[in-house]
């Protein structure tokens, strides 16, 4: 079982290759309001530091997060189908109050040069992506694409890339 941790808890990759006790505590996704599993402990390895994380919080690998927790609470959308790899989380307006689980849209890179990579566009530039998550901080403006979702469209050395997106309606 694996984790990223940031801040003092990476501890200047002192915490590589530690193992943590983790432990399920309870819900804070209003829809799944029991989440833990009996008994609700892992023991996990830090394997990497976690970019996006705030200074004290851990991301569990999906395993881990399996062992010690009804999987759909992983996601603010959790009776949305997650399986799929072309997974986007949205925020502020597109994630109104939780109107966008389930939504998909076509997001295209458009070529713009972001962090220092002069064409981080890849063939054929689009995919489409479907909402599982709320993106709390990811501002107005941002969304966050799975990693195969990013790869698909950019090269993954972009880090950050500029995107276009569309809703797609459905007759669901």
Known sequence: MLVSVAGELWD????????????CL??????VPAPCLSPGVVL?????????CEARKIVLSKDA???IA???????????????????SVGGKLWDNGKA???????????SKIKGHP????????????VVDNCGDCGANKILLSRNAFEAIAVKEASEIKV?????????
């Open 119 to 130: 064409s981080p566009c890849v063939s054929p530039g689009y995919i489409l992506a479907k």
């Open 70 to 88: 009804d999987e759909r609470a992983a996601s603010a959308c959790p009776m949305m189908d997650n399986s799929a790899t072309i997974l986007m």
């Open 44 to 52: 996990a390895i830090v394997a990497r530091y976690c970019e996006d």
């Open 101 to 111: 689980c389930g939504q998909s849209y076509l997001v295209e890179c458009n070529g």
């Open 12 to 23: 200047d990759g002192r915490a590589c290759g530690q193992t943590y006790r983790v432990v």
């Open 164 to 172: 276009l997106i569309f809703k797609i309606e459905t007759n669901d």
């Open 26 to 31: 309870g819900a804070t996704n209003e829809q």
């Open 65 to 67: 997060f399996k062992a």
